[in-house]
């Protein structure tokens, strides 16, 4: 077989949020099952040094990685597609890119040159490539952003100048819009002319591009494209909407775009092996059920705040023959409405994380209703601290309880600072506990038949624990720590014992960044599983 390493450049034109992620995913998703050894690395042009300091209103939500790195939620994506575990070296921003060249510099590296972007940051920047080489047969690149930003003009002048050392083992893969206009009854081939145009301004001929669609492009729209964009027509793929994004590579794999790449490259492999995948996406659109299920978050009118979340219900959800409709209330509708009238109806309620203040009391109340109510209760990180104080509360005697994030006076520290960030100021940039640690689950608990695992590795992001001074209080209350941390024994699972609660389970950790769809979260599994058993116990009539 050709020697690799074979390096898949996506672009975007047009408009962001075409999927590109999700089309790099779902690329590297079929070059794996064909049996190559595929890498993503996500480059984004903003100067952030990573995705942590970000609002996820703007940026949607931040992706750790088992390393601890904070990252975009296209990794997200591809770790859920590739079904690996990706380190910090697969997002690459330009905050990383020009540090290091400013480091550098100082550092003398540079001593007399004058540096610049060209070629000191583009070789930064195919540096980063590089490393990956010695894992991946291919190194699927995606660049942020859409081709016109300045920002990502230094990204694509080094995946150029990459591509002319390894011409026939580069491939340029364009994502583009091609918007219906009603008025005209008509699809509109021109923002992608002119974005191909663009690319091929800055030096780059696509191998092909790939139209997003809302319909089937006529022959007639492919021709235009191809010709306007210098390419044969079987170059133009289209992506059509669709209901779920596990479709997609079934769907870019029946337009034959990786038979395409392969061919372009000169490799021959066996065909994708996608029958789980398939049985997946079957499961998936055929539901038996469905499950109301409400989130109460702060983020909920950006639901790209909660990707992994969603997705790692998802995966619960089909394995369980579920179709889950997911209910987004916003934290502080329920501290204006009382949560019995709004959360009414709903099947199961789940607290994702979160920083600051705003909405806290609410949550606090709709982990009150789940808990006096029965309904199946699932808490991530700040959902498992709010958890332990609605308890403190109401349950242990601690009307005052608080977190010290809150309220930083309150005379029942129930959620406190972990020890390391109490003493100085460490800014806010990674500073938090950040990636995979161990947690050690206790026999004869619900988290323990969960995972069938004494010990398991979970990813953290969190500043505050549950203070270790109130633990006693909490369990002689009733409280369950299910699982610590080994070394120093922080809280990393809370529950209630099923004789009291049919499903009531918090974590420190987010375990929604290990689901993946053909193996969902032990958590996740659980939880839909007791909405739906607590569901169908409810309607079956009673004898
Ligand atoms: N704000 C809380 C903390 O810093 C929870 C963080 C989270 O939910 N990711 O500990």
Redesign the pocket.
């Known amino acids: 077989m050709k020697r690799g390493p074979f390096y898949l450049f996506v672009t975007g034109g047009v408009v962001s949020s075409l999927g590109k992620g999700i089309t790099t995913a779902s690329i590297g998703l079929l070059l794996k099952r064909r049996g190559l050894r595929v890498v993503p690395l996500k480059f984004d042009p903003y100067l952030n040094v990573d995705a942590g300091t970000m609002n996820p209103y703007q940026h949607g939500e931040v992706y750790v990685t088992e390393d601890g790195a904070e990252t975009d939620l296209d990794l997200g994506h591809y770790e859920r597609f590739l079904d690996m575990n990706l380190s910090a070296r697969s997002n690459v921003t330009s905050g990383q890119v020009y540090r290091a060249v400013i480091e550098k510099e100082r550092r003398g590296d540079y001593l007399g040159q004058t540096v610049q972007v060209i070629p000191h940051l583009t070789r930064e920047i195919q540096d980063r490539i590089r490393l990956l080489e010695r894992e991946a047969d291919v190194i699927l690149v995606e660049v942020g952003g859409t081709v016109g930003d300045i920002e990502s003009l230094p990204f694509l002048e080094a995946i150029r100048q990459l591509s002319l050392e390894a011409p026939d083992r580069s491939f340029f893969l364009h994502v583009t819009l091609v918007p219906f206009v009603p008025s005209a009854g008509e699809l509109k081939t021109k923002p992608t002319q002119h974005s191909v145009q663009k690319l091929r301004e800055i030096g780059i001929q696509p191998h092909a591009v790939l139209c997003r669609t809302d319909r089937p492009l006529p022959p007639g729209t492919r021709k235009k494209i191809a010709l306007f964009s210098n390419l044969p027509i079987q170059a133009v793929f289209t992506a059509p909407d669709v209901e779920s994004i596990y479709e997609v590579p079934l769907l870019l794999h029946e337009e034959g775009l990786d038979r395409y790449i392969l061919e372009t490259w000169g490799l021959s492999t066996q065909p994708p092996d996608l029958e789980e995948w398939q049985a997946f996406v079957h499961r998936l659109k055929h539901p038996e059920t469905t499950l109301r299920i409400a989130v109460v978050g702060k983020y909920v009118h950006l639901r790209d705040a909660y990707k992994s979340i969603n997705e790692a219900l998802t995966h619960a959800a089909a394995h369980h023959g579920a179709r889950l409709e997911l209910d987004w209330v916003d934290s502080e509708e329920l501290e204006k409405v009382s949560p019995e009238s709004r959360l009414e109806g709903v099947d199961g309620v789940l607290i994702?994380?979160?920083?600051?203040r705003r909405g806290i009391e609410g949550k606090i109340q709709a982990i009150r209703y789940a808990r006096e109510q029965q309904k199946p209760f699932f808490g991530?990180?700040?959902?498992m601290?709010l958890a332990v104080i609605e308890f403190a509360r109401h349950v242990a005697g601690l009307p005052e309880a608080h977190?010290t994030?809150f309220q930083k006076e309150t005379s029942q520290p129930v959620?406190d600072l972990?020890p390391e960030h109490g003493a100085e100021d460490r800014g806010f940039g990674g500073t938090?506990r950040l990636g995979a640690s161990p947690v050690q689950i206790s026999p004869g608990t619900l988290a323990r038949e969960l995972y069938g695992q004494e010990v398991v590795l979970e990813r953290h992001?969190?500043?505050?624990?549950l203070n270790p001074i109130y633990r006693k209080a909490l369990e002689d209350a009733g409280l369950v720590i299910a699982g610590v941390e080994p070394v120093r024994g922080l809280a990393e699972i809370v529950e209630l014992p099923r004789n009291v609660h049919p499903f009531f389970v918090a974590t420190q950790f987010?375990p929604e960044f290990k689901s993946r769809p053909l193996s969902p979260h032990p958590v996740f599994h659980g939880f839909v599983g007791a909405v739906r058993r607590v569901k169908e116990n409810q309607e079956a009539p009673s004898r």
């Open positions: 994702p994380g979160g920083f600051g991530i990180c700040l959902g601290q977190s994030e959620v972990l938090l992001r969190h500043r505050y624990e987010h």
